[in-house]
C-alpha cells in the first residue's frame, strides 16, 4: 500500500489506516478474539496506522492495541490516540495537568513509554484559539511524554485554526462522500502548511457501505441508534449529520457509480484516498474480513479519482444546503 508522511510527524503511514472506535465496544459487541483479529488482518494487508482514543470503551480500545503491538514488536505501527472526552467539555478542563494524567494513562494502555501521536478529541470551540493549550502540548513533547499533537475536529474553522500553529502535526476531519466541505479549504491550507489530514467517518458510519435500506435498526448501545439526533455528542458524528432516510437514497445513487470488481465501501474509501492533502483515511471494521477489504481500497486510487463528478452531483442535491454551512 501507499505509504504517506503524517504532517510535521515526518513519519510514513499507510493511505488506508484503521479506525478502532468499534473495538472499544461503543458500536455494538466486539470479542477479544475479534479484536484481534482485525489488528491482524489490518497489519497483514499492509496497514501501518491506527487511530484510537482513551474514551473508546474506556481505554478498551487502547489496551488492546498495546497487547497486541507489545505480542508483535517487529511491526512498524504508528498509533495516535486522542484525550480529552473522559471529562466535562469546558475549556477549562485542557490544562497541562489534566493532559498529563491523561497521557499517562493512554501510556499504561497503549504500552509505549512515549506516545506517537496525541490529539485533543474535539474539545470546545475556544480550545483551538487557546495559547496556553499549545504551551501545555509542546511541555508534554519535550517531557517526552508524546513525539507529536494535533487535533480532531468537528468543524473546517477548527481545523483552520489548528493548522494555524506551528507544531500541530495533524488534523482529524470528517470527510467523505457525503461530507465534501474540508475540500474547500482545510486540505489546501493543511498541504501547505505541512500538517497531515486524517479522514475519519469515510464511510458515513456505514451509509457508503450500501447495505442500509429505511428499515435497517441498529442496536441500543449503538451510537447509529441513539445519537442520531445528537444527544450523546455531535450529531455530525452519526451519519456525517445528515437525515438517515435521505443518506440511504443518496448511498443507492453512489453504489450506482462504482466500476465493476469494486465494492460500494472500497470505492467510497478510494474517493477519499484520492483527494489531494488526505495523508491517511481511517475506516473501523469489525472482522477480518471487512479490516483485509478495507486495506485493499488504498491500492483503488484511480477508482476513487474517477468518482469526482457523481460525487459532487449527489451531494449537491441531497447535502449541500442541509449540511455545508454547518460544519
Known sequence: MEQRILGRTGRSVSTVGLGTWQLGADWGSVTDADAFAVLEASVE???TFFDTADVYGDGRSEQFIGRFLSAHPELNVTVATKMGRRVDQVPENYTLKNFREWTDRSRRNLQQDTLDLVQLHCPPTSVYSNDEVYDA???LVSEGAIRNYGVSVERTDEALEAIKRGNTASVQIILNAFRLKPLDEVLPAAKEAGVGIIARVPLASG????????ETEFPANDHRNYNRDGSSFDVGETFSGVDFATGVKAAQEFSALVPDGVTTPQAALAWVVAQDGVTSVIP???SAQQAAANAEAGEMKVVGAGLGDGVRDIYDRYFREAIHPRW
Request: glycine share 18%; aromatic share 6%.
Open 45 to 47: 494487508h499492509g496497514v
Open 137 to 139: 502540548l509542546d511541555t
Open 207 to 214: 451509509l457508503l457501505s450500501g447495505k442500509y435500506t429505511p
Open 284 to 286: 473501523g471494521a469489525r
